[in-house]
């Protein structure tokens, strides 16, 4: 039987259950954390989520907000239903429902003080304050040292500024034999040498995961190193890439090992830092670990050997808000209707408490989209920077000078030096976030709370002071823009006062945004 929770009590009077129903009122609207629910947000009727060994590919935490200040926090993974006009969460453990304030900023800023305080560190500022690259949807599985260093060279020779390039999967040896492919990497040192010449920072793609034919996987096995199933032996995991062993990270032995693994890359060939792929919780469910944690708990392990690394990145997490990890939003495909969701689910990594995040590949990341000569979208590549250049980062992999006309590329080069002109303001939010928790891409109703803007998904708030209203629909040359009290001046250098909708020309060569003028 529920437990009812008529009314969430106030600051210093906490109500726990391990199962509440609270009752879903007009006035008030709720998000949960999961970051890949972010276009279902708030909560409707016919909602749920199960985060029980489960973060839906992206990032979560155990945590709901309401814009009349409530929180609720788990330090479990638990169950949420919206029916029957009420929102229900059911767990294992205490549930602890509060309420601070009278808006989402008031939950989400005692959300975060009391349940995931900020460390006061943010990763590597070169993730915001250029653009990023990833070879990823260029070189796909033929990642080699020749064509990193064409793929490096023709971002400068472009014109495109320096900054962090990920060199992605398949570098490697092997899953768990972290050391380069001697036939696609002949020189790697002189390869990175070269690329930090160039003036880029250099990130290797990593996983959890160990190749069950790879010699290493033997040593790991030996040394009771690998999660093991019921039988005693290690545990086979099927994952996008096949069928792989996993790292038992609640094991100080296989964390050493593989942060030895990781160092080494660091000391010997002058590696940045790693984008740490893999790790979610689905991986781990029915498997046998040296310390008992719940699948999800092992995801935050691995979020855990990021913070040796300044320069990171990570796809999956569970209750790492706070920490100074770069989070990206999971693999979109190269379509319209993915790209709709990117404001709104990065608006949702900042309510989930992770501030520091970037948008996909831009054009996206799922590179099946981009098999077998299926024809690029020019325009929806141009909108995709756009929608990225003001998020708090920007990330390329396809070369934008070979999937662009000239006319599409001058449009794309065009968000890039208006990122570069916003680049102190970017920096500055990553560091005031690394201290407060508040996310450096906002929601309306975040920073302008209770004038109906709880709906709205398709532009947001770089800070407090700067209105990005991206065009996110296939041939549109105008869009309504909501523009939230106070004067506002277009980027067109006129000024409008809001509260009030207006609509804007905005052909295929301009991002609609909005400074403050007051």
């Not at 970051?35 to 990032?59: C, F, K, S, W």
């Not at 990175?192 to 990130?203: E, I, P, Q, R, T």
């Not at 993915?338 to 408490?353: K, Q, S």
Request: include cysteine; charge should be neutral.
């Amino acid at each position: 039987m529920l437990a009812p929770l008529a009314l969430i009590p106030a600051l210093g009077g906490a109500q726990q259950a391990t199962h509440l129903v609270i009752p879903l009122a007009p006035d008030t609207a709720w998000w949960s954390a999961v970051v890949v629910h972010g276009h279902r947000m708030p909560i409707r009727e016919g909602y749920t989520a199960d985060l029980r060994a489960n973060t839906y590919g992206n990032q979560a935490q155990p945590l709901l907000l309401s814009n009349r200040g409530h929180v609720v926090w788990s330090d479990v993974a638990f169950t949420i239903s919206a029916t029957g006009g009420a929102l229900r969460i059911e767990g294992t453990a205490p549930i602890e429902a509060t309420r601070a304030g009278s808006t989402l900023r008031d939950a989400y800023l005692l959300a975060s003080r009391r349940f995931f305080p900020f460390a006061g560190r943010m990763p590597d500022s070169l993730l915001f304050a250029a653009p990023q690259y990833n070879t990823w949807i260029e070189l796909m599985y033929d990642q080699n040292q020749v064509d990193v260093l064409k793929y490096a060279r023709g971002i400068r020779g472009h014109g495109l500024p320096p900054g962090v390039l990920m060199i992605d999967d398949n570098w490697q040896e092997d899953y768990g034999r972290w050391r380069f492919h001697p036939g696609r990497f002949r020189e790697p040192k002189a390869m990175v040498d070269s690329l930090h010449a160039m003036g880029f920072k250099v990130m290797l793609w990593v996983c959890p995961f160990v190749s069950p034919d790879a010699d290493v996987y033997r040593e790991l096995r030996r040394e009771r190193l690998l999660l093991r199933d019921s039988s005693g032996e290690p545990a086979i995991v099927r994952w996008w890439n096949g069928a792989s062993a996993l790292l038992d990270l609640t094991n100080d032995g296989a964390r050493a090992w593989f942060t030895g693994q990781l160092d080494s890359l660091v000391h010997v060939y002058g590696v940045d830092g790693f984008k740490f792929d893999a790790g979610d919780a689905e991986f781990y469910r029915n498997t046998v670990a040296s310390r008992s944690v719940s699948p999800n708990d092992h995801s935050a392990l691995y979020g855990a050997v990021g913070l040796r690394y300044p320069l990171n990145e990570y796809r999956a997490m569970w209750r790492t808000g706070g920490q100074p990890l770069a989070e990206r939003l999971r693999d979109k495909a190269h379509s319209w209707s993915d790209l709709a969701l990117v404001v709104p689910h990065i608006l949702a990594e900042g309510l989930a408490g992770y501030p520091f995040t970037a948008p996909d590949m831009i054009g996206g990341g799922e590179f099946t989209s981009f098999l077998d000569g299926k024809t690029i979208d020019q325009e929806l590549v141009v909108r995709w920077a756009q929608a990225s250049a003001l998020m708090p980062m920007m990330q390329f992999s396809a070369a934008p000078w070979r999937v662009l006309d000239a006319s599409h590329l001058e449009s794309v080069m065009a968000v890039v030096r208006l990122r570069d002109h916003f680049r102190p303001y970017i920096l500055s939010l990553a560091r005031g976030a690394a201290s407060t928790g508040e996310p450096i891409a906002r929601a309306m109703e975040y920073a302008f709370p209770h004038r109906g803007y709880a709906e709205v998904r398709d532009q947001f708030l770089l800070g407090d002071r700067v209105l990005v209203a991206p065009v996110l629909a296939k041939g549109a040359t105008r869009r309504s823009v909501l523009v939230p009290p106070g004067r506002w001046r277009a980027w067109t250098g006129s000024t409008v006062r809001g509260p009030r909708r207006i609509d804007v020309d905005a052909p295929l060569g301009v991002l609609p945004y909005f400074e403050r003028a007051d």
